[in-house]
Structure formats: structure tokens, C-alpha cells
């Protein structure tokens, strides 16, 4: 079955740097990876995702890259701030969509310290 | 758009009771919901895939007669654990999609369950 492995566990950075979160998989049938943002005692929350025929994507602070060759893909945050602070978890599915079930990494901790 | 509601968010119940977490998707149908576990400080752990209609599917390890799953409608499956022990304390969380193509999963608040 796929294996999702996330690095680093934690992360930590001042206000205004940025922070990359990696992942690799290891199902090559996997076409969707979306990435959520967990606060304490909170529902995950998805703030980005990319499928398969994209390598790259960007919503303001926040980027995506995926390289399928490798099986490995990346979450940027740039000019992080203290509300960045959360655990950030990726995922893999082979549905496009998230519609098969997904397989998550073990996340990591982000703090923005201010 | 997209919310899932879950109930209730908090449970503290005697060891040997059963409960039942509902979780119902707001303003869209879901054909499929997924229930998770989620021990402290560690990721979210698959338990079984809801299909509306049709029996769920446990994920390995998972005990099928412990954690029963109903859903019978488009917007409402629930998660009843059994004769609940303190082992079983732990977060849960559902998670629905929609019924259209290319729709991501959208969580519920999750039910912290404490048996004691």
C-alpha cells in the first residue's frame, strides 16, 4: 500500500522567513496530494492541494511543487506569520480529488516564533 | 461551501457504554465519508471508507464489530464504538466528499471521546 513519509517533525522560524515541508511517496498510482493545516483541538484544514499533471502550484503565501519522477512533493510558505503557527499534514490518493482514501504523513509541527 | 458537521465534539462516558458520533455534510451530498483516528500528537489513521447504501470498508486491524458504520443517507453517516473501553479514548474525525468529480475531502470538527 502507499507509504507516506513527511519531513522535518518540526520546524521552527522567525516571522517573515519561509518554511518548506517535504513528502515523499511511495505509490506511483497516486495523482492527488493535498495539504491540510491542523490547529490544536481543530479539524484539519485543506490549503492547498496539487493533482498529478501539475507541477506546481500557488495561492498567495503558499506554494505546491510536486516532482513525479522522484515521487516527492513540497509545501512553501513564504513570509510566514505567527497564525502559520499549526501542525501541517501531506497526503497521497490515488483518486483525483481525494475520492480513494488518503494516506497521510506523520506532519509537522510549524512555529512562527515573532 | 463544503461543511461537515460533527456531534458531539466532547464525550466522557463509562467504560462498557456504546456511542455514537454523527457525521453529516451541510450543504452538499457526500457518496463517501471517511472515518479517522487521531491519537495526541500523531497523524490521522484511516479507519473505514462510508459508502452511502453499501457496507463500509475497514481498513486492516480494524475491528468491524467494535466500530459499527451506518450510512444511510447522503449527508449522515455515524460511527457507533461498542462496549467502549479506556483503549478507545481517542479523537475522532469524519471526513466527506462530494458527489461531483474531483472533489477534496472536507473534515468535521472531530469527537474527543474519554472513556473512563
Known amino acids: 500500500g502507499e507509504n507516506v513519509e513527511q519531513h522535518p517533525s518540526t520546524l521552527s522560524v522567525q516571522e517573515g522567513d519561509s518554511a518548506v515541508i517535504k513528502c515523499t511517496y511511495s505509490?506511483?498510482?497516486?495523482?492527488?496530494f493535498p495539504w491540510y493545516k491542523q490547529e490544536l483541538g481543530k479539524r484539519p484544514q485543506l490549503i492547498i492541494d496539487?493533482?498529478?499533471?501539475?507541477g506546481e502550484k500557488k495561492d498567495q503565501r503558499i506554494a505546491v511543487t510536486l516532482n513525479k519522477t522522484a515521487k516527492h512533493f513540497s509545501l512553501h510558505i513564504t513570509e510566514t506569520q505567527p497564525e502559520d503557527s499549526a501542525v501541517y499534514f501531506c497526503?497521497?490518493?490515488?483518486?483525483?480529488?481525494?475520492?480513494?482514501?488518503?494516506?497521510f504523513g506523520k506532519g509537522t509541527k510549524l512555529t512562527v516564533n515573532p | 461551501g463544503a461543511v461537515v458537521s460533527q456531534h458531539p465534539s466532547w464525550v466522557i462516558c463509562k467504560s462498557g457504554t456504546s456511542v455514537k458520533i454523527e457525521c453529516r455534510s451541510l450543504?452538499?451530498?457526500?457518496?463517501?465519508m471517511f472515518w479517522y483516528r487521531q491519537f495526541p500528537k500523531q497523524s490521522l489513521m484511516l479507519m473505514a471508507t462510508?459508502?452511502?447504501?453499501?457496507?463500509?470498508?475497514?481498513e486492516q486491524g480494524v475491528e468491524k464489530d467494535k466500530f459499527l458504520i451506518n450510512h444511510a443517507s447522503l449527508t449522515l453517516s455515524t460511527l457507533t464504538v461498542t462496549s467502549a473501553h479506556p483503549e478507545d479514548s481517542s479523537f475522532y474525525i469524519c471526513?466527506?466528499?462530494?458527489?461531483?468529480?474531483?472533489?477534496?475531502?472536507?473534515f468535521g470538527d472531530g469527537t474527543r471521546l474519554s472513556i473512563l
Open positions: 471526513s466527506a466528499r462530494g458527489l461531483r468529480g474531483n472533489q477534496p475531502q472536507h
Open positions: 462510508s459508502n452511502e447504501g453499501s457496507k463500509a470498508t475497514y
Open positions: 496539487i493533482r498529478s499533471n501539475v
Open positions: 450543504d452538499f451530498q457526500a457518496t463517501t
Open positions: 505509490d506511483s498510482a497516486s495523482n492527488y
Open positions: 497526503a497521497a490518493s490515488r483518486g483525483q480529488g481525494g475520492s480513494e482514501k488518503l494516506v
